[in-house]
């Protein structure tokens, strides 16, 4: 029978079982935003300097969660009024727009473009703000892996 938990000795942290660090973990290992880090001076280079640029990270975060909300707030929103035009107004819903189309049946068909529209600002709003913040984070990580290679 094969282990659920095939990660050697991080599988310690199960459910009711005591957590237990790895072996090769040790306090000193961890680093903190305040320290400074190996081979940074901070008198002489600049805060943007080394690898702890933790403010690309709050961006990048805040340009995700931006996308995600208009998204996502796009197809919820609209589904959200069309569930409430079903509910409350009933009569609205049972009207007919031209022939035999209900307005009801038009709104839930319209729901598939908005479904559509929902992912193409997902995309848009990556393409926008998302992918040009990590391109920038992507070349500065590059740069310094070339400069720990050159060092």
Known sequence: ????????????????????????????????????????????????????????L???????????????FTALGYFTLFLLLSAFAPSLMAGTVSGGLSTGLLLGLLQVPVTCLSVGLYEHTARRRVDPIVDRMRKRAELDAQRGAAA
């Open 58 to 72: 709050r961006v990048l975060r805040s340009a995700y969660r931006t996308q995600r909300r208009v998204a996502t």
């Open 1 to 56: 029978m094969s282990d659920p938990f095939p990660y050697g000795e991080y599988q310690a942290h199960r459910p009711g079982a005591p957590y237990r660090p790895p072996s090769d973990f040790s306090s000193s290992d961890v680093m903190y935003a305040w320290q400074p880090q190996q081979g940074y001076d901070a008198g002489t280079a600049s805060p943007q300097a080394g690898p702890g640029r933790h403010s690309d």
